[in-house]
Structure formats: C-alpha cells, structure tokens
C-alpha cells in the first residue's frame, strides 16, 4: 500500500516553502497599490487576490501536515512518482488562484491552464484584449478564418478589458498590458520557477531524503541522461539554482544597460521568461514591441543558454573544457544553425509581415535576422516573437514545426524531444545497420562518455513511439472538438514540447481562448505531459502501479 502520510507529510513542506515564495509577488502587488504613483499603475490591482492565495496556501500545508504527523519518514520509488506528479498538480492549482481572485480570468478553467502553461515553461496564454463598440458600448466579439479552410471560423472572445483614461474615456493599455504588474511579474515568475524545475526547488530546502531524493532528481531532469554535479542531491540542485539565478540577474543587467527606455520591471519579466526558455510577455507585441536589434540579440543568446545543459557550466568553471566535448552539445548547435539558416533561406524576396517593417519584402540581413530570431525561440521552446510568422511562406513554418520537436540538450530548460535522444537514435540505427554485414562483432553503444545500454536504448526508442502516439491522439482530439488540421498540428506540437506558439488561430498574436472548455483541460493534461516527459505521468495510469506489493 500507499504510504500516503509520507506524501502528505513532504507535500505539507512543500506547501509552506512555496507560500514564502509567494510573498514575493504579493510585494510587489502591494508596492504598486499603496506606495507607487497611481499614474505607474492605472491597471486593476491584485494585492488582495495574492493574500488570499497565501491564507489558503498555508491553510492545505497545515492540513497536510495534520494528515501526514504519524508518518514513516521515509518515501520509496512507487512513493516519489505519485509525489512529483502531486506537487505539480498542487502547484499549478494554487498559482492559478491569483489570476481568478485578481479576476484577470474569470473562468477558472482559464486560470488553471495560465498556471499549467507557466509552471510547465509552455507560455500559450488565456489573455487577449476585450474591445468594444464605442457608439453602444457593447463588447465587440472578433472572428478568425483559417484562409486555407474558409469554411472554419473561430469566435475570439477577450478576456481583459481595456485601462481607459477616467477622463477622455480611451483605452490606453489593452490585451496583457492592461493586466496588474503583479499578475504579469507572477505569470513570469512561474515560468522562472519551472524553468529549473519546482522538484528542484523542494530537493534545495529539504533535508536529504535518502534514495527517494535521488530518485525524485531525476525524474524532474529533462532528458536521457540525468548527469549530477555533485555527490548530493541537495548540493546539486543548490549549485543548479544558483548559476541559474546568475543567469537571470546578468540578463536583467545586459537588458537594462543596452536599451535605457526598457523599464526595469520588463527586464525582469523578460529574464525570468528567457532563461527558462517560457516566453510569457508583458508586452501585447512581445520582443518585437522595443524595437531594438540589440534587445533581440541579447534574448536569442539567453535562449541559446538556456537550452544548454546546465552540467556543461560547472565544467567550464572548473577549467575542464574537455568535458563539453560531447555529442549532444555540437548537435544542438548544428541543429540550431542549420534551423537559423532554412527559416531564414525562404523568407527572402517574401513580403515583410513584421511590427515595424522598414522596407516592403525581406533581404538578406533582415531575413536572418528575424527568421534566426524565430528558429531559435521555437526550438529552445522559448516562444518570443519579434514578427508575425503565421505569414511566412509554407517552407518556414514547416522547418519551425520541426525544431519545436528537435528542442535543446538534456538538463537544460528547453522542451521538445531533446538532441541526445536523436543521437541516441542515430547511434542505434548505425549499430543495427552494421551488425547486418558484421552480425559477429560487439561495439558499446556510448554518447560521449556515458554507455548506453540496452534498457535506454530500449527506452528512448520507446520515447519516440509515445511521442508520435500523442501527436496524433492530441491532433485528432482536437480536429473533432472542430479545430481545423492545420491549427491543431502546429498546436499539439506546441503543448506537447512546451513551446507556447502555433500557427493559425493560435498563432503568435492571437490566445488559444478560442478553445472549448474540453480542449482547454486536456491542452493542460498535454503540457504537464511534455514537461514530465510522459513516463512519469503515463506511470500512473497502470492498474499494477496501484497495486500492493
């Protein structure tokens, strides 16, 4: 049987680590409602919306931690699994709260897929501009027709009312800009935290939790290959957070310093979304909204980093550059290349779809500048957007839908199905193709210098069955909820790597709050999926994983 007093018992903890994070956005919320000029801050304030979150917080920890008092004291693996799982389950519940107390989203369906898509680094958003008849006041519902299936017409209906001028009666923010600062730092803020991984966070602030930590480690690493840093659990995840934080404050400073009409509030938004490859904006427009060549750059390298393998820094800084000589490494950056260059190819001579275009069809250096940008965002999992890529020739798009499923490295933040598992592929495939003209010889099947033995070949090969599996199963869902092919394709692609953008109506401009209240709930199932990289969610649909020893 379950232990289940343990697992209340660690969840309790967990829950109480996680209210003093919540303090965090809660400051800021309170900031901006009673010291800050009421001109910073025209949006709907969200300072009640945050203590409320934090009471009921600190309430399900204390009951936890009622039903969890008499508990053994120690979790095993069938015990780690349900446990991860929970945790994300509690996590995206409560950091859902903010935006329904806030009424940011009223529908609570709404709410929880903003907290699954920022926990889970997707960055597909519920939040779209509500407008209205200025003659009669009456909202003003907006349609969308896929130009390739003229006969699907999708109703967008906004889900945030404009900021207007108390005086003339203007919008003057619409969309996510006229969300509370709070909200967006917390949108944000989630992805930040899940970026690293919110397991990471609770292995960091516990006591040693024997093989279980381990165990639970690993699970929350992305990837084949779940490498360590050091001997410890907690040590690891400490020395993890900690280059990650310095990640996100150099971001922050490099933003700030190069573009002095960037304001520091967006910088840390951006940092906090960047590095853990997200993409959640405070800008309706995204990057392309600062208009600044510099600005791009600096986030296309933060996504490169992301998507690195964090254990590849820690050798750099002991000096042991040998060590990033590895397979993975230099396919990611091929990958990554070649992706820059077959976006950007098909883009020139093609009529400029950006924000603020300067001439009427791509060159060659505009081309690569912004098909990279795109490339890069889309196969870091990022989601960032400086144009409007749904216009972009066909020959793009599908190279994009590519990199979404190519993704980074193992153990960095990146989605998709990871470079080493394609390596790994690649690796076996030579091998099996070689035993068929040398059936005698034995060669180990390595990438760099770790083996790969029969049971994870057998288990990325598995991977990729399941990922072609839910592919289609999450396409085909969505076509008979009455999505059309094309927007369904790009958009399973999108849920299932954590990626946050699509193509058609749920493209770069457009929120997926055209979708039923169906869709809605399995797109969150589909990128709590992507993100615990199916194993451990699929684990806990086996009758035998249920059952006693």
């Given at each position: 049987?379950?232990?289940?007093?343990?697992?209340?018992?660690?969840?309790?903890?967990?829950?109480?680590?996680?209210?003093?994070?919540?303090?965090?956005?809660?400051?800021?919320?309170?900031?901006?409602?009673?010291?800050?000029?009421a001109?910073?801050?025209?949006?709907?304030?969200s300072?009640?919306?945050?203590?409320?979150?934090?009471a009921?917080?600190?309430?399900?920890?204390?009951?936890?931690?009622?039903?969890?008092?008499?508990?053994?004291?120690?979790?095993?693996?069938?015990?780690?699994?349900?446990?991860?799982?929970?945790?994300?389950?509690?996590?995206?519940?409560?950091?859902?709260?903010?935006?329904?107390?806030?009424?940011?989203?009223?529908?609570?369906?709404?709410?929880?897929?903003?907290?699954?898509?920022?926990?889970?680094?997707?960055?597909?958003?519920?939040?779209?501009?509500?407008s209205?008849?200025?003659?009669?006041?009456?909202?003003?519902?907006?349609?969308y027709?896929?130009?390739?299936?003229?006969?699907?017409?999708?109703?967008?209906?906004?889900?945030?009312a404009?900021?207007?001028?108390?005086?003339?009666?203007?919008?003057?923010?619409?969309?996510v800009?006229?969300?509370?600062?709070?909200?967006?730092?917390?949108?944000s803020?989630?992805?930040?935290?899940?970026g690293?991984?919110?397991?990471?966070?609770f292995?960091?602030v516990?006591?040693a939790?024997?093989?279980?930590?381990?165990?639970?480690?690993?699970?929350e690493?992305?990837?084949?290959?779940k490498?360590?840093?050091?001997?410890?659990?907690?040590?690891t995840?400490?020395?993890?957070?900690?280059?990650?934080?310095?990640?996100?404050?150099?971001?922050?400073?490099?933003?700030?310093?190069?573009?002095?009409?960037?304001?520091?509030?967006?910088?840390?938004?951006?940092?906090?979304?960047?590095?853990?490859?997200?993409?959640?904006?405070?800008?309706?427009?995204?990057?392309?909204?600062?208009?600044?060549?510099?600005?791009?750059?600096?986030?296309?390298?933060?996504?490169?980093?992301?998507?690195?393998?964090?254990?590849?820094?820690?050798?750099?800084?002991?000096?042991?550059?040998?060590?990033?000589?590895?397979?993975?490494?230099?396919?990611?950056?091929?990958?990554?290349?070649?992706?820059?260059i077959?976006?950007?190819?098909?883009?020139?001579?093609?009529?400029?779809?950006?924000?603020?275009?300067?001439s009427?069809?791509?060159s060659?250096?505009e081309?690569?500048?912004?098909?990279?940008?795109?490339?890069?965002?889309?196969?870091?999992?990022?989601?960032?957007?400086?144009?409007?890529?749904?216009?972009?020739?066909?020959?793009s798009?599908?190279?994009?839908?590519?990199?979404?499923?190519?993704?980074?490295?193992?153990g960095?933040?990146?989605?998709?199905?990871?470079?080493?598992?394609?390596?790994?592929?690649?690796?076996?495939?030579?091998?099996?193709?070689?035993?068929?003209?040398?059936?005698?010889?034995?060669?180990?099947?390595?990438?760099?210098?770790s083996?790969?033995?029969?049971?994870?070949?057998?288990?990325?090969?598995?991977?990729?069955?399941?990922?072609?599996?839910?592919?289609?199963?999450?396409?085909?869902s969505?076509?008979?909820?009455?999505?059309?092919?094309?927007?369904?394709l790009?958009?399973?692609?999108s849920?299932?790597?954590?990626?946050?953008?699509?193509?058609?109506?749920?493209?770069?401009?457009?929120?997926?709050?055209?979708?039923?209240?169906?869709?809605?709930?399995?797109?969150?199932?589909?990128?709590?999926?992507?993100?615990?990289?199916?194993?451990?969610?699929?684990?806990?649909?086996?009758?035998?994983?249920?059952?006693?020893?």
């Amino acid at each position: 049987m379950f232990d289940f007093k343990e697992i209340s018992r660690l969840l309790s903890r967990y829950l109480a680590a996680f209210s003093l994070l919540l303090t965090f956005p809660l400051g800021v919320a309170a900031y901006y409602e009673f010291f800050a000029e009421a001109s910073v801050h025209p949006q709907p304030h969200s300072t009640a919306a945050f203590i409320w979150t934090l009471a009921l917080c600190i309430l399900v920890s204390a009951l936890l931690w009622l039903g969890g008092r008499k508990s053994s004291g120690y979790i095993e693996r069938r015990e780690s699994i349900l446990l991860v799982v929970s945790i994300w389950i509690f996590t995206s519940i409560l950091s859902a709260l903010p935006f329904y107390f806030s009424r940011t989203l009223t529908n609570p369906i709404d709410a929880y897929f903003e907290a699954m898509s920022g926990l889970t680094t997707t960055g597909s958003t519920m939040i779209s501009p509500k407008s209205y008849n200025p003659a009669t006041g009456e909202e003003i519902v907006t349609y969308y027709t896929n130009p390739h299936v003229p006969n699907k017409t999708y109703i967008l209906k906004g889900t945030v009312a404009p900021v207007r001028d108390p005086e003339t009666g203007l919008a003057l923010y619409t969309g996510v800009e006229a969300v509370s600062k709070a909200i967006l730092l917390w949108r944000s803020f989630l992805q930040w935290l899940g970026g690293m991984g919110i397991v990471v966070i609770f292995l960091m602030v516990l006591p040693a939790l024997g093989v279980g930590g381990k165990f639970l480690y690993q699970m929350e690493i992305t990837g084949p290959i779940k490498e360590g840093i050091s001997p410890r659990v907690k040590e690891t995840c400490s020395k993890l957070w900690k280059l990650y934080l310095f990640f996100t404050v150099l971001e922050v400073a490099l933003l700030v310093w190069t573009h002095r009409d960037m304001p520091f509030f967006d910088a840390v938004c951006i940092s906090f979304a960047n590095i853990s490859t997200g993409g959640f904006s405070v800008r309706n427009d995204s990057i392309a909204s600062y208009n600044s060549l510099t600005t791009d750059w600096i986030v296309l390298i933060f996504m490169i980093l992301g998507s690195i393998n964090f254990s590849l820094y820690f050798h750099i800084l002991r000096l042991k550059f040998f060590r990033i000589y590895v397979p993975d490494f230099f396919l990611f950056l091929f990958t990554a290349a070649l992706g820059c260059i077959l976006v950007s190819f098909f883009l020139v001579g093609e009529p400029i779809s950006s924000f603020n275009p300067d001439s009427q069809v791509y060159s060659w250096g505009e081309a690569l500048q912004q098909g990279s940008f795109q490339a890069i965002s889309v196969q870091t999992s990022t989601g960032f957007f400086t144009a409007n890529y749904d216009r972009w020739p066909f020959a793009s798009q599908m190279f994009m839908l590519l990199l979404m499923f190519i993704g980074g490295m193992s153990g960095s933040t990146a989605g998709g199905i990871k470079t080493s598992r394609f390596y790994i592929l690649y690796k076996i495939g030579l091998h099996r193709l070689e035993s068929l003209y040398r059936p005698d010889s034995v060669r180990k099947l390595k990438i760099g210098a770790s083996e790969i033995d029969d049971k994870n070949a057998l288990t990325v090969l598995a991977f990729f069955c399941i990922v072609a599996f839910f592919t289609v199963l999450g396409a085909v869902s969505l076509i008979l909820d009455g999505i059309d092919p094309e927007t369904s394709l790009g958009l399973i692609a999108s849920l299932l790597n954590n990626v946050g953008t699509a193509f058609r109506a749920a493209g770069p401009t457009d929120s997926l709050s055209f979708l039923s209240p169906f869709s809605k709930i399995l797109a969150t199932f589909w990128m709590l999926l992507g993100r615990l990289e199916y194993y451990v969610v699929l684990i806990l649909f086996l009758p035998t994983f249920w059952k006693s020893h």
